[in-house]
């Protein structure tokens, strides 16, 4: 569970990083672009996730997978 929790973390991170350079073309604060962004990725492994467990009641290592495939296309290598 840890290792999932740190996984979600890594995805918000990631993709709050890479918001960076657009808010800022864009004239928005940086923050504002870097949270949207982070949130967005999150929330989309987090919902994946919950699809995933609402099916069955668990989560296995190869739907763990396929949802961090959605913001990391080394994830299910």
């Known amino acids: 569970m ?3 929790l740190l ?3 890594s995805v918000f ?3 709050a990083l890479g918001a960076l350079a657009g808010g800022a073309i864009l ?3 940086l923050w504002k672009s ?5 949130f967005m990725a999150t929330a989309k492994v987090v919902e994946a996730l919950l699809r ?3 099916d069955d009641g668990k989560i ?3 739907e763990l997978k396929a949802a961090f495939s959605f913001v990391d ?3 299910g290598e």
Do not use: Y
């Open 2 to 4: 840890k290792t999932v």
């Open 7 to 9: 996984r979600i973390v």
């Open 13 to 15: 991170g990631s993709s």
């Open 27 to 29: 004239n928005v604060d």
């Open 34 to 38: 870097a949270a949207l962004a982070g």
């Open 52 to 54: 995933a467990f609402a």
């Open 60 to 62: 296995d290592a190869e």
């Open 73 to 75: 296309d080394k994830a």
